[in-house]
């Protein structure tokens, strides 16, 4: 399989883009948002995805009904974010977005080392959940990116780790997802969703690299260098990943 990352992930921000637009709630408009709603609803994902895992093996039934609230939950909170960004503070908007890209990161890897040894309908929810939460992860990282030279230099530094966090940890989600493509029961057509959201990742790893050369000149002079060290190791990471695909 080779792919060309960088068009994935170029494609992959316009497309999370339109979704923001195309996927907002009716009542968004006369909805206010806050940080308070965003880390409720956070909470209230990660606590559904807890009983995906808790019943998985147990009772697929119960865990694909936690998974759509999972990601009901989640993309809640992002929307939440996603409207802070047009009306709350500089500070306020990062956190949310922190939140939101932290629980995403964690839903793919849930979902991919649960895929492992589910089956049937369930296995299928979890691969059709992949792309969307690691789309949904690029889109706040991209938003969160935006707002890294409007903080102050202690938020700066909470921001970039989140950042370099989360696009540092998509190497080993690819190498993750790739080895579930080695299951020897796995239906063409899940093969066909962890195939997309491997490319999806690659596309994410591209993106994030090229995201934080661009904010270095912005972010406060002290953090500069951290950002660049932890650069170059995801540069070499993207290398690997590229000679991968």
């Known amino acids: 399989m080779r792919l060309d990352v960088r068009a994935v992930g170029t494609a992959l921000v316009a497309g ?47 865990a694909r009904s936690a998974l759509k609230r999972a990601e009901s939950d989640i993309a809640a909170a992002a929307h939440q974010a996603r409207w802070l960004h047009g009306s709350g503070a500089a500070t306020t908007t990062a956190s949310a977005f922190e939140a939101v890209a932290a629980q995403y990161e964690l839903d793919v890897q849930t979902y991919t080392a649960l895929l492992k040894d589910s089956s049937g309908a369930l296995r299928k929810a979890l691969a059709q959940a992949l792309v969307p939460s690691i789309a949904g992860d690029t889109q706040a990282l991209g938003f969160l990116g935006e707002l890294t030279g409007k903080l102050s230099v202690p938020d700066a530094k909470t921001a970039t780790t989140t950042l370099t966090g989360v696009i540092g940890s998509m190497p080993t989600e690819v190498q993750s997802l790739t080895g ?21 990742a ?37 290398n690997t990943v590229q000679t991968t695909l």
């Open 16 to 62: 999370t883009m339109l979704m923001a637009v195309a996927a907002a709630p009716a009542g968004a408009a006369t909805t206010r948002p806050s940080l308070a709603r965003t880390v409720r609803d956070v909470r209230a994902a990660d606590s559904e995805l807890a009983q995906v895992s808790r019943f998985a093996s147990s009772d697929s039934v119960v």
């Open 180 to 200: 579930l493509m080695n299951i020897s029961d796995l239906p063409a057509q899940i093969q066909q969703m962890i195939a997309q959201a491997i490319a999806t």
């Open 202 to 238: 690659g596309g994410v790893l591209d993106q994030g690299v090229t995201e934080l050369e661009g904010i270095i000149p912005s972010l406060p002079t002290e953090i500069q260098p951290i950002v660049q060290t932890v650069l170059s190791t995801l540069t070499g990471a993207l």
